[in-house]
C-alpha cells in the first residue's frame, strides 16, 4: 500500500502581489487515464520483481520469512522506484516545463535564485521548472539532494511579489537539503511493511479463532477479508504517522526558507497564503508535499495550519531577539 506514492515537496502559497512574470505557455498534463496506468504499470513491476526474487531465494511465501520478505519487497520497493522515478513522474503528471534557457528576465531570476539558495544550502543546483496552474504553488522533488527539481506554478509567478516568491523557493530548497524525499520514502517503507505483516498476523489469529483451527491448515475466504478490513484500519493509522512527520517537516522547512530568504518575507509568504484563491491542480501524489498542504482533519493534514507555521516563525523571531 502506497500512502504517498511519489516523494516530492510542495508549497503551496496564496497571495496575491505585484507581478513578477510574463505568461509561460505549458504542455497540458497528463489525463487521469494516463496517471491511473503509470501508477498501475509502477506496481505491477513490483509485484513480478518480488515474485522473481523469492524464486530464486526459494522463500516460501506462506512462511514467517516469506511474510517479511515480500512485506519488505513491496512496503520498500513501491516507494523506492517511486521516489527514484519521482522527478520524471513530476513532470509528466504536471506538465513541467524545465528552464534550460531562461526566455524572459523572470525566468532568469528563477534560476539566479535557486542557484544562489541552492550554494547557501550547499546542495547541487537542481532543475527548475514552471508548471501551468492558476493557485500560487510550488513543489521540489528528487532521490538525490544534488539532483533535484523545484517546479513553481504559472499562479505563483503571476500573484506573488518577488520578496515572497524567495521565501516559497527557500522552503522547497530546505525541503531538498534537509532529504525530506528521501526521509519520506525510507518511513512510508516501514509503514508499508508494518501494515502488510500485521494484517496478516492478526488476521491469522482471528480467522483460526473463528473457524475453530479447521483441519488442514488452510486459509479460509473470510481470512482474505479480515485481511482485507485490517490493512484499511492499520492503514488509517500509518497515515496519520506519515502526516505527523509531513507536519513536522514542514515546520523545518519554512525555518529553512526564513534562513536563506529572511524571516520576515517567510512570514510575508505565509500570510499570503490566506489568500490564495483557486483549487490545487496538483496530482494527489504531489499534493502532500505543498506549503499549504490539503483540507482535512488534523490528523490527516500533511501540513499544518498557517496559523501554527506564522507564530512558530514569530516565535523564533523573538527567542533570536
Request: with cysteine; aromatic share 8%.
Amino acid at each position: 500500500m502506497n500512502y504517498e506514492s511519489s516523494v516530492r515537496l510542495r508549497l503551496e502559497f496564496n497571495l496575491k502581489s505585484p507581478q513578477i512574470c510574463s505568461n509561460i505557455n505549458l504542455k497540458h498534463p497528463l489525463p487521469m487515464f494516463s496517471r491511473i496506468a503509470l501508477f498501475l504499470a509502477t506496481n505491477f513491476a513490483v509485484l513480478l520483481l518480488a515474485g522473481f526474487v523469492m524464486r530464486l531465494a526459494g522463500i516460501d511465501p506462506a512462511s514467517m520469512s516469506g511474510l517479511l520478505v515480500v512485506a519488505a519487497i513491496f512496503g520498500f520497493g513501491g516507494s523506492l522506484v517511486s521516489l527514484l522515478l519521482s522527478k520524471w513522474m513530476a513532470k509528466r503528471s504536471t506538465g513541467a516545463v524545465v528552464i534550460t534557457e531562461p526566455r524572459n528576465p523572470t525566468e532568469r531570476w528563477l534560476l539566479a535564485t535557486v542557484e544562489r539558495q541552492a550554494r547557501e544550502a550547499g546542495i547541487g543546483m537542481p532543475e527548475v521548472a514552471v508548471y501551468d496552474g492558476p493557485e500560487i504553488n510550488a513543489f521540489a522533488t528528487g532521490a538525490n539532494r544534488n539532483n533535484a527539481l523545484v517546479a513553481v506554478s504559472t499562479g505563483l509567478l503571476h500573484n506573488m511579489s518577488e520578496d515572497e516568491a524567495e521565501a516559497v523557493l527557500g522552503h522547497e530548497i530546505a525541503h531538498v537539503a534537509n532529504g525530506d524525499m528521501i526521509t519520506m520514502a525510507l518511513l512510508q517503507g516501514v509503514l508499508n511493511t508494518f501494515v502488510i505483516v500485521l494484517a496478516r498476523v492478526v488476521g491469522g489469529i482471528i480467522d483460526s479463532a473463528l473457524s475453530g483451527n479447521r483441519e488442514g491448515g488452510g486459509r479460509g475466504f473470510a481470512y482474505f477479508i479480515i485481511v482485507f478490513v485490517l490493512e484499511m484500519v492499520f492503514g488509517l493509522f500509518a497515515t496519520m504517522i506519515a502526516m505527523w512527520f509531513s507536519r513536522h517537516r514542514e515546520f523545518r522547512a519554512d525555518a529553512g526558507g526564513a534562513h536563506l530568504a529572511g524571516r520576515q518575507k517567510m512570514i510575508a509568504a505565509l500570510e499570503r497564503l490566506k489568500l490564495n484563491h483557486g483549487q490545487s491542480t496538483l496530482p494527489t501524489q504531489i499534493a502532500a508535499f505543498g506549503i499549504a498542504g490539503a483540507t482535512a482533519k488534523k490528523l490527516f493534514l500533511s501540513h499544518p495550519p498557517l496559523e501554527e507555521r506564522i507564530a512558530a516563525l514569530k516565535a523564533a523571531s523573538s527567542t533570536v531577539a
